[in-house]
């Protein structure tokens, strides 16, 4: 068996050459079995396969990505990941990165601007192929300085300004615009959004569609906009308790609220605590349609944003961006939302249809 040789910086350990010499092959063939195996003959890829195992080899891909400027690795920089929303987007992202030969790296900036930055920085250095970046508010300088160190960079679920980038969006204005109109049909005439963050571009969209519904309707429906403060559970159970206190004659009898946590705290405070019924005194809409939707004691019609179909978008495009070098041309895809009605608007027997 062929001895091991010293590391330079004096820590044993086997090397390329140690696993060629061991296999009887050049470093060459070495390099294409971990690299470009499609290359390699099948009984000389085993050979050194062998000898890898046997010597416990670990390719160190920092040194190769040094040399190379690029590693087989993609960066995901998500707003938050208490939303599933962005959890099915990685979802997403992750089979197709897989099934492209890329490993996904993923990192939550728990909606802090400055930890976005920071995870997007650690992606740079590390040498990752490109990054996909969820945001909510602009990040232009952001995107800037990734195509400064000449690091691709595709958006998901938010607009940049036009030929900056490549993006993944959903209609979010046709998110708020489906919610609305769901309940207008069903006969709510007082209507009322709950929303914060409107610094956030998805929440402002859904507000333009929320108005744009309420607006075709007519003098008959009304609407109400009221401040969450954020958009959690917490703070959709602190709206329900303001509302619970109202006179019934003014209460609204349709909620459309901007994101799934807000909608659930607001059907527990009103449904379960309150003693409000849901939906027969108040029905109430979510705008994602989570993981949480369908399985809770009051299943919520929500509008469904379909975040594994955006995940798998933006590998693509980045992918088409990398392959493509500087014929490449930025792309917007947007993909459409569908509303899933459940016992939150409906009775049971009518719950579970999708529009």
Known sequence: MAA????????????????????????????????????????????????????GFVRNDAARSLASGSNNSIGFVLVDLENSLFIDMANGAQEAARAAGYRLLLASAQLDLTQQDQYLDLFDQARVTGVLLAPMEDVTDAVARMRSHRRQIVLVNYAPAAGTC?????????????????????????????????????????????????????????????????????????????????????????????????????????????????????????????????SGPMPLTAVDAPGRSMGREAIRLLLDEVSSGERHRHTTVVLEPELIVRASTVDPPGAARRH
């Open 4 to 55: 091991t040789r010293p590391r330079p910086n004096g820590h044993a350990g086997p090397s390329m050459q140690d696993v060629a010499d061991a296999a009887g092959v050049s470093l060459g063939t070495v390099s294409n079995v971990l690299n470009h195996p499609g290359k390699v003959r099948p009984a000389t890829t085993r050979r050194v396969r062998e000898a890898i195992e046997r010597l």
């Open 166 to 294: 490549c993006t993944v969006l959903v209609d979010n204005e046709r998110v708020g615009y489906l919610a609305a109109r769901h309940l207008i049909e069903l006969g709510r005439v007082r209507l009322a959004f709950v929303a914060a963050r409107d610094d956030f571009q998805p929440v402002q969209d859904r507000r333009r569609g929320v108005r744009a519904a309420v607006a075709e309707a007519g003098a008959g429906v009304g609407l109400v906009e009221l401040d969450s403060g954020d958009l959690q559970t917490g703070y959709g159970r602190q709206v329900g308790a303001l509302l619970a206190r109202r006179a019934r004659a003014d209460l609204p009898d349709g909620v459309i609220a901007v994101t799934d946590q807000l909608a659930n705290g607001i059907i527990e405070e009103l449904h379960t605590v309150a003693g409000i019924r849901v939906p027969a005194e108040v029905a109430v809409v979510g705008c994602e349609n989570d993981r949480a939707a369908g």
